[in-house]
């Protein structure tokens, strides 16, 4: 009896995730927080090798800038375009899979309501993933999962470092 089954003819994985990411950096005042929904596409050549990419964005992650003269709010947001590779550990006879894998990053810190001390900004770096994921049909189309990233992007003038966890439903086809 084998642990490890022969590879499916599902090669495509379609994934919606929601999470929460938070920034990570050496001062807490500079931290932000912020909710973050995305969708990903993989395809798989071999079974144990998956290509991804997706799109994820973090939503308002910025506090209120306040002053003499009142509030604002900066209505930002994140938007992080992820390409890379997954490692795929398919386990209890595919019906469960852990991944660890990474890849290139471009990131767009966009900001509507531009103040003096925020504005938008972009750049390319990197990221690192993990996961666990979980059949919950007999074909092995539809999957439960949660999935940590880290990602580290230096655009202009910036160091963005964000630990982002989301959990998953994902087809397969």
Known sequence: MTLLPAQSLQRNRLSVSGG????????????????????????????????????????????????????????????????GVRFVAPIAWGRVELSAGGGGLYENYSVSNANINVHSRSGWGGYFVGGAAVAIDRRHRFWLGATPR????????????????????????
Do not use: K
């Open 150 to 173: 880290f990602l580290l992007v230096n655009p202009r003038y910036a160091r963005d470092r964000w630990f982002v966890i989301t959990g998953d439903v994902s087809f397969r086809f």
């Open 20 to 83: 929460w990411g938070e920034q990570i950096s050496f001062y807490s005042y500079e931290r932000q927080s912020a909710p973050v929904l995305g969708v990903s596409y993989a395809f798989r050549p071999l079974r144990w090798f998956e290509l991804e990419t997706g799109l994820f964005a973090g939503l308002q992650p910025a506090q209120d800038q306040c002053g003499a003269h009142g509030c604002f709010d900066p209505d930002d947001r994140y938007f992080w375009l992820p390409f």
